[in-house]
């Protein structure tokens, strides 16, 4: 794997669990 190509995947799947953390807390789960 490519490190450029496994910095993306990092950022994704931190940008997408900081997304269902906050919607989450907005359902006061």
């Known amino acids: 794997m490519?490190?450029?190509t496994?910095?993306?995947c990092?950022?994704?799947v931190l940008f997408t669990?900081?997304?269902s953390m906050v919607i989450w807390g907005r359902n006061g789960f």
């Open 10 to 12: 990092s950022v994704l």
């Open 17 to 19: 669990c900081s997304i």
């Open 2 to 4: 490519d490190i450029l």
């Open 6 to 8: 496994l910095c993306w």
